[in-house]
């Protein structure tokens, strides 16, 4: 029968290294997004183009959410409330 090593209780375990760099985690140099008002200023700009709001997306670099929230706001500009 085999006896396990005798334990060190004052000896401390290194931390394993990171196999990879967690991509998710945002640059702290670099902003995680452009400004609203940027992206609103290139919307605007294409929606006066009349595009769809899939290919204004796509050109602008954003989401058709965004596409939609800035037309939405610009239809409650238009008219008031």
């Known amino acids: 029968m ?3 090593p005798p334990s060190r209780p004052n000896a401390r ?3 394993a290294a990171k196999a990879h760099t967690d991509r998710r985690t945002p640059q702290p ?3 995680a997004h452009r ?3 940027e992206r609103r200023a290139a919307v605007e700009a294409l929606l006066a183009e009349g ?3 899939r ?3 796509r050109r602008a670099g954003v989401s058709p959410s965004t596409v939609s929230a800035v037309r939405k706001g610009q239809e409650a500009a ?3 409330p």
Do not use: C, N, V, Y
């Open 35 to 37: 400004p609203f008002a």
């Open 51 to 53: 595009l769809s709001d």
């Open 13 to 15: 375990r290194q931390p």
């Open 55 to 57: 290919e204004i997306a």
């Open 78 to 80: 238009k008219f008031g």
């Open 29 to 31: 140099s670099k902003p």
């Open 2 to 4: 085999m006896t396990p």
